[in-house]
């Protein structure tokens, strides 16, 4: 991402800065969130030669992203692009502070801090993804490549960590039911680290799932990936990268369930500046699914057209992809996205998976 | 034997302040000063040289837009920096505000949660909780240096560690208390926020006033007490205050727990403060992190010469710049270049005292040579100063580890 | 037996950049200058060893090599950027514990501020895998060969080399007996014509070449080459303070300390390999506060004959009697 | 050509604040023992240190054999054939007798220690002087004259020939002086020239052949010895006469204030007790003396009076009071004073004030506190009347910083203070060390004035002079334990050095002297 960090050099007409996007924690280059929608607002804002600047909060909380806006209207903002749900309750303040500034929150919609108010206001547009059919589409390729000792290390669980995780074990599930595998022959082993950071702790955990015979372990947490890479480099294993395709991260990285973070930000923004279809973003929550190819694994190889974006599999085709993709299209399959989880951090145990998801092909265990 | 110095006349009122440590200290804090800023200018006009004029303007002064703020985040790092500077004074070098400072916030947050107490006392209770729970992790390193002889600066490392991941382990297994789906606590009920001091779009709220009174209130305890007496007799000389009957293991033990209930109050402070956003407040994320504000502490200690009257203005000032660092990206710079400021600030104070008289020594002596009488009178000034910074950079010889400090009201 | 194998695999890599950051705590300290700056070296030397590695990934150069140059680098930068902590503490008599904390705190506001200005980044990001799954003829030695050299980085070996270099030096040459004198009685030294102020210049500079090199050897064997402002070194440079304190300032006594920490820490997070602990079905975080509560532990039982340099923390002066 | 090998010529030297050597001339010749002798901060020991580089002049030359020469280092000094004995022993303490010996001149062989040849060379010079030591020892297990040995080989490794000694005798026994001093003239035989610094006037008419005196950092003169007497020899150095034999009626001891029964120590370093089941009485009236060779347990015994360190065993009573695991501040209470051996470790706080260390054993008490708040007034008045009783110099009166003060005020300041508490014991361990005939004078007068007001002294004391005169019994102490009680008024020092050395004792182990 050496896309110059002047993306912020300020401006000598001294308008400021017109599109703003606001971190909720960790920087642009974290792999999720904060990556892809930024990578959405340069890639707009340079072909439309808009302003456009990244603010940090000083502490993240409701009132320090608050504050973050309101250092970014100083600046000049007229779009605010905020990524993740923890600007739901900021942006049900910010929507009625700042009339005329247009917000794009994703993965999140506006509510009080009690949940007692939702409202998405004419100058918001709430952006969510189907994480799940993502997931599905991951752990049905996984399986179908001949796997079937599977590996899934989330973050933390937040609702869309869980739903990239159990689509993925659903995915797994019909891939080895198509291929008349016998009750319990695919295992899993599923985690949450805990945090969304490249640590020597993350790697060490990899180490240990890869150790135990694992082939391919799904990273679904920002940086942890990172860590996950570094794990699978040594051990000589796979990764399933997330959000955004990162083949181009490292060799391991079969493929990526890629929600579309960077092209929903651009088609939100060119709905402002270009096609001046606002409204059909503003005031609801608009949700970006295989149905519109909001999700997905890469097809294509950017930067080069001959190269195959399935190159890294071994058996799996492009056929067999878009079989399963047209299934999540047309609604003959359709990933649960929640289950009910006793613990209080939302850790499922592996009853619940199994029971919940509705597995017989793959037995899950959890760490 | 008489020293050559008491021939010279009575100083004046005025030379007196000029040549007290007090003063050098403050000279020596501006100069320090002036030098970080004189770096991040080299570092702004570096990276964009059009408006380094303006981002140092926006460093300087930014603060006083948001003077609010400017006192809202200087209150945790001013109690954690009491934290440090406290113990310092007894030649303790607590590294462990951060331990001490989560503990305070989790043991504020549990009362918070946890317990069901009306208006106007349950914001008290929460507090006390803060500090208690700062104590207790304060004592740890000094039972461990005290009974066991273990160098406080290891003990308050490896129990910043452990009271991170106990923390975040004790508030992820309570149900009342975190929400999974956000990976960060509940929001803190009402009764249990500090009372707002109502600025608009600020979370400024009555802490700051009991930081400060609390401030004092140790400058009094180190200053006129008997207590004070005996831990600054210590810090300086601690087989001397054996040798005078002074309870060292108890005043290291007590040193040590204080320190730990200043960093709980930051804790507490920072966690139970209001937010501006109605039925939200401030929330803990758990994801084994060393709280920053505890290292903070360190440099506002520091900056503040362990006087807590310092500490107050110190860490009234660090958050200033970074207030206005924050401002400054809207120049396009980095809110980074802060910290490498206060970095430099703490570096440059750590020898400005001795650099200051090196200086008039130095201008003294090429003086004294272009003269070339003989001196007859040795130069008063610069020796006195001179002597009284040896005085003061002498440590006590502390026989087992390492850190040796000093200072002096 | 693979669990064992396992252990001792991830055991290493952990350990020696503390072993060896520590190694460099002792020279510093043992030279008289206490080295609170360890961290800040560490990463100092992690970053220009990234650097380094980020510049001349793309190049044909087989990554072994890539690594030693990269380690050249970063214990050039640890020097360097130990000379700041030598200008404080030994030309300027500054209190030592400040310098360091300054000096800690400056390189992660460094590194954030450079990458972001350059990366848009919170660090530096590589590419190249040092990571060595078997070492030709030595890796097919039955268990040593499995133990020792199979799954893992050339700079497990050449720290146990400069842990050897460096007790030879400590130990058997002019110059280290002349650095210990310094920091247990710099005015005996002084009387007998040694310069104590460069001598405590070696000592510091040693400690940033050691320490550069440890930290880069952290980014190496322990984050896949990747260094960051934000998770820095994660505390390593400290714990290797307690390592070299645990290890009592002595070369193989730091050697033991740096394993079994890095031992404990392997196995915090390696217990789902161990049957028997992980049908205990204890809290992760136990396993994972272990290391530095068994580190209390030890040292509790070992503190009372603890024995710091004399002069240790404190500033020469010729004049002071 | 002249017959000096060294010439130190209008040497002036200053410090921050002082002129510690004012335009200072010394000559001295080949093969003759030279004596340097003056008060206190006279500047001896500074002007031995410019001649050997560790401080540069501000003034003045250097001549060796009649040529200037210029001495920036000890390195320097040492090419120069100058060695030197500090007055503070310079050796690493945990380095063994061989590496203190070769440290700085190593002999190498590209940077690696040749450890062999070195032992060889010290183990000649040491039998070639009679100075034995084990080259493998470490110096902190070793004894002060041991170390002191280690001191003289060191010169003797550098093949010096021109030799300092700054106070040598201060740390000695009798017998260890009258072994020095035999050395001295040894090597004075072979052609060494040799510095002697000692505030001894004994020792300098015994070995020296000419003596230079200094005063308040001036020259005053130098003598021949065997032209002068010691009473011409302290005028010259304080500028008037002194008595050296301390004024004393008799008195009858009264009641038992302090007593010692089957006291044992452990030692620190050894497995054997340090001190070894040690019993005494000392009676109001009477200054009871333990005398000793230094490291012969009084440390030891002393720290577990005074409650610096518990004792293992034995019973210690106070005014009846038992307070064998009291406190220090309880046996403070009881009546205890304490003159440290350390002043600077335990004596002062050097960075306080020195009313803040006036008051240090007392501000807990009502008349300086009122609710834990110290009475600022209160201290400051006591204070000033303490500097004025006990005539404590000092640049600016009760807030002196006590680290600027001189060694002599800071004795007396502690003096001071000891007396001036409430107390019906006091100890008083070595308070006259380092100290010029003048302040030891004052001091020793101090201690009568305490028993004549019927208090309980306990005197612990490694000079025999000061133990021969002050006392009113002697109790000497070797290897821990009490080997003999003897009256100063019929024994000899010839007598009192074969006790404590272990030659003689009358006292079975175990029997106490009441
Ligand atoms: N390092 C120093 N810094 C400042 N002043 C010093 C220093 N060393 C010596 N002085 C001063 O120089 C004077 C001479 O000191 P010196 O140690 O030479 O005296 P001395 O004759 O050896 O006394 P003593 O008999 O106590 O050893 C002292 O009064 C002291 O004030
Ligand atoms: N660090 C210092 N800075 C300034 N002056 C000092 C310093 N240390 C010592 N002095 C001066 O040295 C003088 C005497 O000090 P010193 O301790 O050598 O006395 P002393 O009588 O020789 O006692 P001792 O027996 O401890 O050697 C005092 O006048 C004091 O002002
Ligand atoms: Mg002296
Ligand atoms: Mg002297």
């Known amino acids: ?367 | 034997m008489q020293d050559k110095t008491s021939l010279t006349s009575k100083p004046s009122l005025i030379n007196k302040f000029t040549h007290s440590k007090g003063f050098s200290a403050f000279t020596a804090a501006l100069m320090s000063i002036f030098l970080g800023f004189v770096f991040a200018f080299l570092i702004m006009a570096l990276a964009s040289p059009d408006n380094a004029a303006s981002g140092l303007k926006m460093l300087l002064f930014g603060g006083f837009k948001r003077l609010a703020d400017v006192f809202y985040f200087a209150t945790p790092i001013l109690m954690t920096g009491l934290a440090v500077g406290f113990a310092f004074k007894m030649g303790l070098f607590n590294i462990g505000a951060a331990g001490q400072y989560t503990m305070g916030m989790f043991f504020a947050l549990y009362v918070g949660f946890m317990w069901d107490l009306p208006d106007g006392i349950h914001w008290v209770a929460c507090v006390i909780a803060g500090m208690i729970g700062g104590l207790l992790w304060g004592l740890i390193p000094g039972l461990f240096k005290a009974l066991l002889n273990v160098h406080e600066v290891i003990t308050s490392i490896m129990f910043n560690y452990i009271g991170m991941y106990l923390v975040d382990m004790l508030i992820q297994s309570n149900a009342a208390m975190y929400v999974s789906s956000k990976t960060r606590t509940a929001y803190l009920p009402a009764s249990a926020q500090l009372p707002s001091l109502g600025i608009e779009r600020s979370n400024a709220n009555i802490s700051i006033i009991l930081a400060v009174l609390i401030a004092v209130l140790l400058y009094i305890i180190l200053n006129k007490t008997t207590f004070g007496y005996e831990l600054r007799a210590t810090g300086f000389n601690k087989f001397a205050s054996t040798y005078a009957g002074m309870n060292g293991k108890r005043n290291i033990i007590l040193t040590m727990g204080i320190a730990g209930a200043m960093a709980g109050l930051g804790g507490a402070f920072a966690i139970l403060a209001p937010s501006t956003i109605q039925g939200s407040s401030m929330t803990y994320e758990p994801i084994n992190v060393i709280a920053a504000n505890g290292f903070n502490g360190i440099a506002v200690a520091l900056l503040g010469s362990n006087n807590p009257l310092g500490i107050i203005f110190a860490a009234v000032f660090i958050s200033h710049i970074q207030r206005g660092g924050t401002l400054a990206s809207l120049y396009g710079y980095k809110p980074e270049i802060i910290d490498i400021v206060i970095a430099v600030i703490i570096y440059f104070s750590a020898f400005a005292m001795l650099m200051n008289t090196t200086v008039v020594s130095f201008f003294k002596k090429l003086f004294k040579k272009n003269q070339s009488s003989p001196s007859t009178e040795p130069s008063t000034t610069s020796s006195e100063a001179s002597k009284e910074l040896l005085s003061e950079k002498i440590p006590s010889k502390d026989q087992e580890i390492s850190t040796s400090t000093k200072e002096e009201a | 037996m693979d669990t064992v194998y396992y252990l001792v695999q991830n055991t290493l890599p952990v350990a020696i950049p503390l072993l060896l950051v520590a190694l460099g705590g002792m020279f510093s300290e043992r030279s008289g200058i206490i080295n609170i700056a360890l961290e800040g070296i560490m990463l100092f030397g992690a970053f220009f060893g990234c650097l380094f590695v980020y510049f001349i990934q793309g190049s044909s150069l087989n990554p072994q090599y890539i690594l030693l140059l990269g380690m050249a680098v970063a214990a050039l930068a640890g020097i360097i950027f130990s000379l700041l902590l030598s200008l404080a503490t030994v030309t300027m008599k500054a209190d030592q514990t400040i310098s360091g904390t300054a000096l800690n705190m400056l390189v992660p506001g460094m590194i954030l501020l450079y990458a972001k200005m350059f990366f848009n980044s919170d660090g530096i990001t590589t590419n190249v895998n040092f990571y060595l799954r078997k070492v030709p003829f030595l890796g097919d030695l039955p268990v040593i060969g499995k133990l020792f050299f199979q799954n893992t980085y050339i700079t497990v070996y050449i720290g146990f080399l400069f842990l050897i270099i460096a007790a030879i030096i400590f130990y058997k040459t002019r110059f280290g007996l002349r650095l210990r004198a310094c920091g247990e009685h710099p005015h005996a030294a002084d009387s007998v014509g040694i310069n104590v102020y460069v001598m405590r210049y070696a000592g510091v500079s040693m400690s940033g070449f050691l320490g550069g090199m440890g930290g880069f050897f952290y980014a190496v064997g322990v984050m896949n080459s990747n260094i960051n402002g934000h998770t820095g070194v994660a505390g390593f440079g400290f714990l290797a303070l307690a390592v070299m304190i645990f290890g009592q300032w002595k070369p193989f006594q730091i050697l033991l300390a740096a394993l079994f920490f890095a031992f404990l820490r392997t196995l915090a997070y390696s217990i789902a390999l161990i049957p028997f602990l992980h049908d205990l079905n204890i809290n992760q975080t136990f396993y994972k506060m272990l290391p530095y509560l068994a580190t209390m532990v030890v040292l509790a039982f070992t503190s009372q004959k603890s024995r710091a340099p004399k002069a240790e923390g404190i500033p020469y002066d010729k004049s002071q009697r | 050509m002249n017959d000096y090998i060294i010439e130190m010529l209008n040497i002036t030297k200053e410090f921050p604040g002082i002129i510690a050597n004012d335009n200072i001339t010394l000559r001295l010749k080949k093969g003759e023992i030279h004596a340097l002798l003056g008060e206190n901060g006279a500047g001896k020991s500074t002007l031995m240190s410019v001649l050997f580089g560790l401080y540069q002049p501000e003034k003045g030359e250097i001549r060796k054999n009649g040529n200037t020469v210029k001495i920036n280092n000890p390195n320097d000094a040492n090419a120069l054939g100058i060695g030197m004995v500090h007055q503070h022993f310079k050796l690493v303490e945990i380095f063994t007798v061989l590496e203190n010996i070769i440290l700085g001149v190593e002999p190498h062989a590209l940077g690696f220690l040749q450890k062999k040849k070195a032992r060889e060379k010290v183990v000649e010079l040491s039998k070639q002087y009679g100075l034995e030591v084990n080259p493998d020892a470490l110096i902190e297990k070793i004894s002060v004259g041991m170390q002191q040995r280690v001191e003289i080989l060191k010169m003797l490794y550098r093949d010096n020939e021109i030799l300092i000694f700054d106070e040598p005798t201060a740390v000695l026994t009798p017998q260890e002086i009258d072994e020095l001093m035999e050395i001295m003239r040894r090597f004075a035989k072979e052609g060494k020239s040799i510095l002697f610094i000692t505030h001894k006037l004994n020792e300098i008419m015994a070995v020296a052949d000419r003596c230079t005196v200094l005063r308040k950092g001036q020259y005053v003169g130098t003598v021949d010895i065997k032209d002068t007497t010691k009473e011409e020899l302290s005028r010259m150095m304080v500028g008037r006469d002194v008595s050296f034999r301390v004024q004393k009626e008799t008195m009858t001891p009264g009641r038992v204030v302090l007593s010692v029964r089957n006291v044992s120590v452990p030692s620190k370093t050894s497995k054997k007790n340090a001190v070894s089941n040690v019993s005494f009485d000392v009676r109001a009236g009477e200054i009871v003396c333990l005398a000793g060779i230094d490291g012969n347990g009084q440390t030891e015994f002393v720290s577990a009076l005074t409650g610096l360190e518990r004792h293992t065993s034995g019973t210690i009573t106070l005014c009846d009071q038992d307070i064998s695991k009291a406190s220090v501040r309880t046996r403070s209470q009881a009546g205890m004073s304490h003159i440290p051996e350390d002043r600077h470790k335990y004596g002062l706080v050097l960075d306080y004030t020195l009313e803040d260390n006036l008051v240090i054993q007392r501000y807990w008490q009502p008349q300086f506190q009122r609710f834990g708040f110290i009475r600022r007034k209160a201290v400051r008045s006591y204070a000033e009347g303490l500097i004025k009783q006990y005539d404590v110099r000092s640049g600016q009166g009760p807030l002196t910083i006590a680290r600027s003060m001189s060694g002599g005020n800071q004795q007396k300041t502690i003096i001071g203070r000891e007396i001036d508490k409430d107390h019906e014991l006091l100890v008083a361990v070595q308070p006259t060390r380092g100290l010029d005939v003048g302040a030891i004078e004052y001091i020793h007068k101090q201690l009568v004035a305490r028993r004549n007001a019927g208090k309980a002294v306990l005197l612990v004391s490694l000079e025999l002079d000061e133990v021969m005169n002050v006392s009113d019994r002697i109790l000497v102490m070797y290897e821990g334990e009490i080997v003999g009680e003897l009256d100063p008024k019929t024994t000899t020092v010839q007598e009192l050095g074969l006790y404590m050395s272990g030659a003689k004792r009358n006292l079975k182990e175990g029997s106490h002297a009441g």
Request: charged share 20%.
């Open chain 1, 1 to 367: 991402a050496k896309d110059g960090g002047n993306s912020g050099t300020p401006s000598t007409s001294g308008q400021g800065f017109e599109i703003a996007l606001i971190t909720d924690k960790g920087n642009i280059d974290d792999k999720s969130f904060n990556q892809g929608s930024w990578e959405g607002v340069v890639e707009f804002a340079e072909a439309n030669n808009v302003t456009h600047k990244y603010y940090k909060p000083e502490e993240a909380t409701d009132a320090g992203y608050l504050a973050a806006i309101d250092l970014a209207v100083t600046g000049g903002a007229k779009v605010i692009v905020t990524p993740g749900f923890l600007f739901e309750v900021p942006i049900f303040e910010a929507q009625t502070i700042y009339p005329d500034v247009k917000f794009i929150l994703l993965d999140g919609a506006p509510h009080t801090a009690d949940y007692a108010t939702f409202e998405t206001k004419d100058n918001v547009a709430s952006i969510m993804y189907a994480e799940e059919e993502s997931g599905y589409l991951a752990g049905y390729a996984a399986v179908m490549d001949g796997m079937t000792k599977l590996g899934f290390m989330g973050g933390m669980a937040v609702p869309a960590v869980q739903a990239f995780g159990y689509g993925y074990l659903q995915g797994a599930e019909k891939a080895a039911a198509e291929l008349g595998l016998a009750d319990g022959a695919i295992s899993a082993i599923y985690h949450y680290t805990g945090d969304f950071a490249e640590t020597d702790t993350n790697k060490a955990t990899a180490k240990t799932i890869y150790q135990g015979g694992t082939e391919v372990i799904f990273a679904c947490g920002g940086s942890v990936g990172k860590s996950v890479m570094s794990a699978a480099a040594e051990a000589g294993k796979k990764v399933i990268g997330v959000d955004v395709d990162q083949r181009y991260d490292s060799e391991t990285v079969i493929t990526s369930a890629t929600k579309g973070l960077r092209a929903s930000v651009v088609q939100v923004l060119e709905s402002i500046y270009k096609t001046n279809s606002w409204n059909t973003f503003a005031g609801q929550t608009t949700y970006f699914t295989a149905a519109n190819e909001g999700i997905g694994l890469p097809t294509t190889v950017i930067g080069d057209a001959n190269a195959k974006a399935f190159d890294r599999f071994e058996k799996f085709t492009m056929e067999q992809y878009e079989g399963a993709f047209k299934s999540l299209v047309d609604g003959t399959v359709d990933p649960i996205r929640t289950i009910d989880v006793e613990d209080a951090n939302g850790y499922a145990t592996a009853d619940e998976l199994v029971s919940g998801l509705k597995l017989s092909k793959v037995k899950v265990e959890v760490r």
